[in-house]
T-cell receptor, first 114, second 116 residues
């Protein structure tokens, strides 16, 4: 079984719709992250969470919100989706006590906003 | 401020020849440096990481990277390319302490193609 899972894997939606992407992990890591990947831009950090009560904005948080429901779950929401949020979204986890923040990535969610 | 620059967006080599993927970074702190690989339609997988121990870091699949502080570089190399190495490679600089200045920055990626 995968350690970091993302649902859905693919989603097509329309402008203005609210979308939630979910991430679950069985690695027992405190730190979780949401990134988006766009061609030629690498991955950009949207939000990250050091634990359930500690959530931080990343480089490109505008238009997104997150919820850390439990240590194992970190959800990303697009309150009102727009076409330039079409991208590949990755969730990741890390454990700073082991491996100096090596990131473990989920398989990604491909989101298309029409 | 931290930054990372991958100097080549695309590198093409013949199978069996050496691979060099270049990465330069800047950081105000003592950063951790990583290389990740992404095969088509897959997530990212850690190749190797530097965390202030040995400057020559060995990773999986025969890759290695050398941390050169004087040149602020962390180039990825492999002596002999294999067809299965064709993928996108990302250099990452990280300083994820608990301060508000914590940063993790990905390079824009280098696509490695392998010619038969």
């Amino acid at each position: 079984d995968a350690d970091v899972t993302q649902t859905p894997r693919n989603r097509i939606t329309k402008t203005g719709k609210r979308i939630m992407l979910e991430c679950s992990q069985t690695k027992g890591h405190d730190r979780m992250y949401w990134y988006r990947q766009d061609p030629g831009l690498g991955l950009r950090l949207i939000y990250y969470s050091f634990d359930v009560k500690d959530i931080n904005k990343g480089e490109i948080s505008d238009g997104y919100s997150v919820s850390r429901q439990a240590q194992a779950k970190f959800s990303l929401s697009l309150e009102s989706a727009i076409p330039n949020q079409t991208a590949l979204y990755f969730c990741a986890t890390s454990d700073p006590l082991r491996g100096r923040d090596t990131q473990y990535f989920g398989p990604g969610t491909r989101l298309t906003v029409l | 401020a931290q930054s990372v620059t991958q100097l080549d967006s695309h590198v093409s080599v013949s199978e069996g020849t050496p691979v060099l993927l270049r990465c330069n970074y800047s950081s105000s702190y003592s950063p951790s440096l990583f290389w990740y690989v992404q095969h088509p339609n897959k997530g990212l997988q850690l190749l190797l990481k530097y965390t202030s121990a040995a400057t020559l870091v060995k990773g999986i699949n025969g890759f290695e990277a050398e941390f050169k502080k004087s040149e602020t570089s962390f180039h990825l190399t492999k002596p002999s390319a294999h067809m299965s190495d064709a993928a996108e490679y990302f250099c990452v600089v990280s300083d994820l302490g608990r301060s508000s200045a914590s940063k993790i920055i990905f390079g824009s990626g280098t696509r490695l193609s392998i010619r038969p």
